[in-house]
């Protein structure tokens, strides 16, 4: 009878040991994964970086592509650019109200958006729509076995596939990226004038006396970097895809998910490296 909570106690040693052992055993094999898809994903960045040097560029691809990233993606930036724009002269013109500085919103505004605002949010909004896209198209093709038929052809699925999409999403963010940070700006001016009685011609003044051609550039510069991954991150995400239309879904959220921390991620050291320049 003594012996009985001696039982117990090693039994429940036993049990947390093997709970601890099986919580290690995951966490290594999620670390093995994540090392694994990075690796893959270096491999599929070298080789769109070599076919790109190849002969014959598929242009009337990466025109489409380019049409259907930066044309259709102009509605969803402008959008979340002037409604930014707006919400930022507001609460920056009822902070600086305080200390007798309102008439110069623009100067905050103007700084805010062109150097972060601007960029960050159009990458995120075109991630979230490109990366969506991109991945729920390759993913398809990868589920029934379509990239499978373009090798047996002899074609390369990443000069096909994978090249048209980088280059479009490359170049047509930072084109979208001066659309929002001129929409953005508009935003706060049309707040500043009817709410708080700051006339444009002022506005735009304190704007172009704040912003200079390095604050403009160091915000545009970025955003080929975030259009570069966001199409890599959807186009692995896609190759990568495999259980049917689930796993297209899966797919999907993930290369959503994952380009928002990329662009994120890289505005952080991006801005840290352009600032040291």
Partial sequence: MGEFPLDR???????????????VSALGVRVLLALEAAGEFGRLAARTGRVLFRPRLPLREILRQFESIAVRSIPIVAVTAIFTGMVLALQTAYALTRFG????VGSIVGLAIVRELGPVLAALMVGGRVGAGITAEIGSMRVTEQIDAIRAMGADPVQKLVLPRVVAASLALPLLTVIANVVGVFGGMLIADVQYGISPHFYLQTVLQAVNVNDFLSGVSKT????????MVGCHAGLRTEGGTAGVGQATTRA??????????????????????
Avoid: N
């Fill in 224 to 231: 080929f970097v975030f259009g570069w991954l966001i199409a």
């Fill in 256 to 277: 959503v998910v994952a380009a928002s921390i990329c662009v994120l991620v890289a505005d952080f050291f991006l801005t840290k490296l352009l600032m040291i320049l």
């Fill in 101 to 104: 500085a309102k008439p110069y």
């Fill in 9 to 23: 106690e090693a039994a429940g040693a036993v049990v947390s040991d093997a709970m601890m052992v099986r919580g």
